[in-house]
């Protein structure tokens, strides 16, 4: 049989596939990019969510015009601010291929998960707390009743707020860590979920401290958890782009997502809720 020689352009053809398949593998793939973006991303929404108040809060310490706020505060601020630069330095070494590096830089997040959660209660309990203070010392006319029904109304509505938080970090976060050796495309997608659940507080910043971002006619409970589909919008438009549908990860994970906004939202007017899930932040 005879055999044609490959031309010369045919060979550069292959050489360069070659070259590419190469770059690929040895940089993770174009497609883990995106999750380096995401980090980014979180990081940014962060910084734009604390940092005006945090400047603000350090000024009048300084200025003696407040007291320091509590221990809490500043554990939380930390565990989260590590947890933001773990998120990116994880998906760099996970675009860039450094596994060694990925595995031992990925056990310091089996001390920081469960740190997140215990802060993020301190800080709802102290929330509540100054809350009350502040309640009690500006409005000291108001009969004691209404002024637990204020507080409850308060502390019913955080729960709901950070309620994704509480309920679905873990999850996420259990889940990534089970997968991780045997899927790789799942660990990620979790990983990416779980952090994306810890941006409550700071969309909610954004809403109703600085302003930043309209509430466009909605609660204070539907418009953070509209924002934070807005913010998962760039991976799930990606994998639509790239291979038509989400990776079946975020589908269920957005599943369990949308059925917390649900209840939620009906949660929120009722006055069941309200009068008892305060309970659970030691009102009674």
């Known amino acids: 049989m005879h055999m044609t020689a490959p031309t010369t352009g045919q060979k550069r053809s292959v050489r360069r596939i070659s070259a590419t398949k190469n770059l690929k593998e040895k940089k993770g793939g174009i497609s883990s990019f995106i999750y380096v973006l995401m980090a980014i991303l979180f990081v940014i929404t962060a910084i734009a969510s604390f940092a005006p108040t945090s400047l603000g809060l350090v000024s009048r310490v300084y200025f003696e015009q407040q007291l320091p706020p509590p221990l809490i505060v500043h554990f939380h601020a930390t565990v989260m601010s590590l947890w933001l630069v773990l998120l990116l330095s994880q998906t760099i070494f996970g675009h860039t291929m450094r596994r060694a590096a990925h595995r031992r830089l990925g056990l310091l997040s089996l001390v920081l998960a469960p740190c997140i959660l215990v802060s993020m209660y301190g800080m709802d309990i102290w929330g509540v707390e100054t809350f009350n203070v502040e309640n009690t010392v500006v409005a ?38 089970l997968v991780r050796r045997k899927d790789n495309e799942t660990h990620r997608r979790m990983m990416i979920l779980a952090t994306l659940v810890l941006m409550i507080p700071g969309l909610g910043r954004l809403l109703s401290v600085t302003n930043v971002l309209p509430d466009l006619g909605m609660n204070i409970i539907d418009a953070r958890h509209f924002y934070l589909l807005v913010l998962i919008a760039p991976a799930l438009i990606y994998e ?16 369990l997502l949308g059925g917390w906004m649900i209840t939620a939202h009906i949660l929120w007017t009722f006055p069941w809720w309200t009068k008892n899930a305060p309970v659970f932040l030691g009102i009674t």
């Not at 409850?152 to 976060?173: M, R």
């Not at 639509?240 to 599943?255: A, D, E, F, M, N």
């Open 240 to 255: 639509i782009v790239k291979q038509r549908i989400p990776h079946w990860s975020y589908l269920v994970g957005l599943t």
């Open 140 to 177: 000291s006319a108001v009969a004691p009743p209404e002024r637990t029904a204020q507080l409850q109304e308060y502390a019913s509505t955080i729960l709901l707020i950070h309620g994704a938080s509480y309920l679905l970090f873990p999850v996420f976060y259990l889940w990534a860590m």
